[in-house]
């Protein structure tokens, strides 16, 4: 089974096309187009020159994976499309071109929540494999999503059933990130910088909070703290790099901290299997690092799961792999005047 997948919910315009067999992955095309430069001089993505990016580079992406694949395009049998949550303007470029090509091949179109697809991620361990075996998961499993729009812990306790247990109530922890950085004037996206610069800086240096860290539920507060760094620069006379450096491994600690301490709650009270990482945050090393130590030291029995280091920012392969578990379950599958482009779609 071979299934195109598109993803433009943000600033990447990506297409995939892979092909299915029982349970393994051959990956045959996984085009990714960045425009994160185009934005970074704006300090942030832009959306109505997002969608304009996403227009002119959707068919060219579109030709490259085919070539790429070296398929005919009728051999595709499904068309998987992130059709939401995200940037309305980006998304329904990535919608309308899913939606014609499922028109023009008579093929089914499935529309993927974004989320669920950093979630699917996972489930491919190598990248360069011919045929990579998909990973069999033991549920019920507690997953991290982190990324410069979310911040959520969902159980699931089986494939392609979710549950949000909590969520930010403010920013997302990519968000944070992005906002500390532009702070310190590191530039856009936040979130390898603030990493690159945290290794060298001391992270007890300056205590910053960590919000709700001792709150009965599995919610998230990241504006307090990016608020606390703002302040905690302003008051600041000299700002050299080694105090930038602080400032990064200290906020830095602070975020991951709550991060890892509901993770782990969540994982005690649900008696999960494994612990799943996804995400733009989720490169992170540091957080991996200290997700996996608390992991250890908690939940001994508890696996531990990260996306391969390609597959953590947004990918349509991703998508084509949520997709295909939607094929498996027989679960939304639907006909390309259905699927609808929805800036705030919830998971179900
Ligand atoms: O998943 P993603 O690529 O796009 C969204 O769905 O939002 O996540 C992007 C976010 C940005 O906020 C970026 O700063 C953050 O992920 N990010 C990181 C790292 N790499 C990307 N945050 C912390 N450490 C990183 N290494
Ligand atoms: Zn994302």
């Known amino acids: 089974m071979i299934i195109l997948s598109i993803e433009t919910s943000c600033d990447e315009t990506a297409v995939a096309i892979v092909e299915f067999k029982k349970g393994s992955a051959k990956v045959l095309a996984n085009i990714v187009s960045s425009q994160v430069k185009m934005h970074s001089n704006f ?9 304009r990016m996403h ?21 595709i049998d499904f ?11 980006a998304l329904m470029v990535g919608v309308g071109a899913a939606k014609a090509l499922a028109y023009g091949l008579e093929k089914p179109l499935i529309g993927i929540h974004h989320i669920e697809g950093h979630i699917y991620a996972n489930w491919l361990k190598k990248l360069n494999a011919e045929n990579n075996k998909l990973w069999e998961a033991e549920f019920p499993i507690i997953c991290l999503t982190v990324s410069g729009g979310h911040t959520q812990i969902i159980l699931m306790k089986k494939d392609l059933n979710y549950k ?12 944070a990130f992005d906002k500390v950085a532009k702070l310190l004037e590191l530039g856009y996206p936040g979130g390898p910088v603030i990493e690159k610069m945290a290794k060298e800086g001391d992270e007890e240096k300056i205590k910053f909070p960590r919000p709700m860290m001792n709150s009965m539920d599995y919610n998230f507060s990241f504006s307090g703290l990016k608020t606390a760094v703002l302040y905690e620069v302003k008051a600041r006379k000299e700002i050299d790099n080694q105090y930038k450096q602080d400032v990064a491994a200290s906020f830095q600690r602070a975020a ?8 782990i709650k969540a994982a005690e009270k649900h008696k999960v299997k494994n612990i799943v990482l996804g995400g733009g945050v989720s490169a992170n090393k540091k957080l991996q690092k200290l997700l996996a130590g608390a992991i250890k030291s908690n939940l001994s029995a508890c696996g531990f799961s990260f996306p391969v280091s390609r597959l953590t920012s947004d990918n349509a392969l991703m998508i084509a ?18 699927v609808q482009a929805d800036a705030n779609l919830k998971l179900k």
Not at 43 to 51: D, F, H, I, Q, T
Not at 256 to 263: A, E
């Open 43 to 51: 300090g942030g993505v832009v959306p109505s020159l997002a969608s």
């Open 55 to 75: 227009l002119k580079n959707i068919t060219p992406i579109l030709k490259k994976a085919f070539q790429n694949a070296k398929i005919n395009k009728k051999k």
């Open 79 to 89: 068309v998987a499309v992130t059709n939401g949550p995200g940037l309305i303007p």
């Open 164 to 175: 949000v247990l909590g969520e930010t109530l403010d920013d997302a922890v990519g968000e």
């Open 256 to 263: 991951f901290d709550v991060l890892v301490s509901k993770t």
């Open 321 to 338: 792999i949520a997709a295909y578990h939607h094929v498996e379950k027989n679960k939304g599958i639907k006909d390309w005047k259905s």
